[in-house]
């Protein structure tokens, strides 16, 4: 059986960096280990699979552009309402069935790390109101379950730091979301160091742990 590990996370809070970094590890280790982006699921990926990772080059720094080439993004951004969820519910699972179906054909006895997953499309809805939560309850429990889920979270201003052109109130919102995810989705692991480099020692360690539990590969 596959192991799928997922990266969830608002952009700057190293989720790429901690599946890439994660897949390198696992990799030097000598074991079958792949690295998906979810949102580019695609035909050509259920006859092909992609190539394994096979170094990482961590980089402390996170070099900004200068303030006056930024063109601010998401200016506009707004929340989707409840109710367009529950129209999109079933696409959200669709994509997610999808998802599975792909790891089961082509990467059954492989660890996958997805860098992203449904957990992200959650934050652009009105996760924040308590009383429509029996609703996201009842989408995730529908939701095919990643075996080691992660939701990576920094604060607003390092967030700010690491990508400057965007708007305030879309970063606020989506951190509130995210947080709230931590209560909608107990069983997932919260990382939320503003190191990035102990983000990356602490996937690490959770997924080693998880595998040794396994005894995967043994």
Known sequence: MAVV????????????????????????????????????ITLKSFFEKKRQITKFTFKNKVEAPPQENLILRFENFRLKSNFSFTLFMFYYLWKAYLFYFLIKLRYSKDIVIADRYIYDHLVHYRVN??????????????????????ILYSDFDTIM?????????????????????????????FL???????????????VQDYLTQQNYGG
């Open 129 to 150: 109101e308590r009383k429509q939560w029996f609703i996201y309850r009842l989408f995730l429990n529908l939701l095919p379950k990643p075996d080691i889920p992660f």
């Open 5 to 40: 590990i997922t990266f969830s996370g608002l952009v700057g809070t190293g989720k790429s960096a901690c599946a890439r970094y994660v897949s390198s590890s696992l990799f030097q280790q000598g074991l079958p280990v792949y690295y998906l982006r979810f949102r580019y």
């Open 161 to 189: 730091k690491a990508r400057p052109m965007y708007d305030k109130k879309y970063i606020n919102v989506n951190l509130e979301n995210y947080r709230h995810l931590k209560e909608l989705c107990p069983n997932t692991i």
């Open 192 to 206: 939320e160091s503003d190191e990035i480099k102990e983000k990356l020692d602490q996937a690490v360690s959770n």
